[in-house]
């Protein structure tokens, strides 16, 4: 795992989607409303090959996304 210490700046998806328990998992963390702001936390690697992102949600319940399937909107100037 790798922790993310420049990006710190909330984005939002283009859609709902679906936050999972852990890296390429399938049972649901919690779901995020299109234009909701999600917090980066951290990159996974499952296998040294498939990337996921840790996000927290604004209450504070943390998941898994894989951030090539989630279209984003960036507020500021992330750089995933």
Do not use: Q, W
């Not at 989607?17 to 234009?35: C, D, H, L, R």
Request: hydrophobic share 25%; aromatic share 12%; proline share 6%.
């Amino acid at each position: 795992s790798y922790s993310l210490m420049d990006i710190e700046d909330p984005f939002r998806p283009k859609k709902n989607i679906t936050v999972y328990t852990k890296p390429g998992g399938t049972k649901k963390a919690f779901s995020v409303k299109k234009k909701e702001f999600i917090y980066p936390c951290g990159l996974y690697t499952v296998n040294g090959k498939k990337i996921y992102l840790k996000v927290k949600c604004k209450g504070g319940k943390t998941g898994y996304i894989d951030p090539k399937k989630v279209s984003t909107y960036l507020d500021e100037t992330n750089h995933v």
